[in-house]
């Protein structure tokens, strides 16, 4: 029987494009939502659906205990659709207190039930400036606090971070790469359904080649492809 997965941030970018790769490997998988809405699409995907807010403590407790999961994937975001630049300076707030406070209820509850494996998403445009490309060793911006917060939570239970490039694609607001570091969100959807059974606790650089980072570890280790696309 395989282990149950946990996919936090499910009805986001990321997360409805990994829900499709899970139930087609037969992942047994519950995915959160805030959203009644939401929860009616994914379980169109094929996955178990829950109304929660990872700010309840309480109420996430208690999906923990009831569905017990073996793998938690973190998607969570709070970000406006196509980064509406109007929207962005209180969408940033947010975003950094789900990434520092969010991220500890979240690893919290997972721990509470051994949760054996976590999968994080981070960013790869974070980097303090310097040569590039970039090294997943090399140091991040100081001021990109609540990513530095997500990424030490998440390794400290031995978990795995994925440094996403800038999001294009299917649900995402942007049809063609942005400039810089770019990842199609399919590739950034395998990478971390591929983490599930590849690779070692640490960070990988997950975006298209292009000079800004390095993705030879993830290459490596999770034998991940920029160019993978789920065919519709």
């Known amino acids: 029987m395989k282990k149950k997965i946990l996919l936090a941030g499910a009805s986001g970018a990321v997360g409805q ?17 805030r959203s009644e809405e939401k929860a ?13 807010d990872v700010f309840d403590v309480a109420s996430l407790n208690h999906v923990f205990a009831e569905f017990r999961p073996t793998i938690v994937i973190h998607q969570l975001t709070d970000l406006p ?12 707030i947010r975003n950094t207190y789900l990434r520092e406070v969010g991220t500890r209820n979240l690893l919290r509850a997972a721990m ?15 980097y303090a400036s310097g040569p590039t490309p970039y090294a997943e060793d090399a140091p991040l911006d100081p001021s990109s606090k609540g ?8 390794l400290s239970v031995g978990g795995i971070v994925l440094r996403y490039g800038k ?8 049809d063609s790469p942005p400039a810089g570091c770019a990842v199609h969100v ?26 800004t ?19 519709e």
């Open 112 to 126: 509470s039930v051994g949760v054996e494996r976590v999968i994080a998403q981070s960013i790869a445009f974070a």
């Open 40 to 52: 009616a699409l994914l379980r169109s995907i094929g996955i178990e659906p829950v109304v929660v």
């Open 186 to 211: 399919d590739a950034a959807a395998d990478a971390a359904c591929r983490a599930i059974t590849q690779g070692e606790s640490g960070i990988y650089n997950i975006a298209e080649d292009g000079g």
């Open 167 to 174: 999001f294009y694609g299917p649900g995402t607001g942007f």
């Open 213 to 231: 980072v390095q993705t030879d570890k993830a290459k490596r280790e999770l034998s991940w492809d920029a160019d993978f696309r789920i065919n």
């Open 81 to 92: 659709p196509a980064l509406d630049p109007a929207k962005m300076p209180e969408a940033l």
């Open 17 to 33: 494009r990994l829900s499709r790769l899970l139930v087609a490997d037969g992942w047994p998988v519950v995915g959160t939502t």
């Open 147 to 154: 990513v530095i917060s997500l990424e030490e939570q998440v």
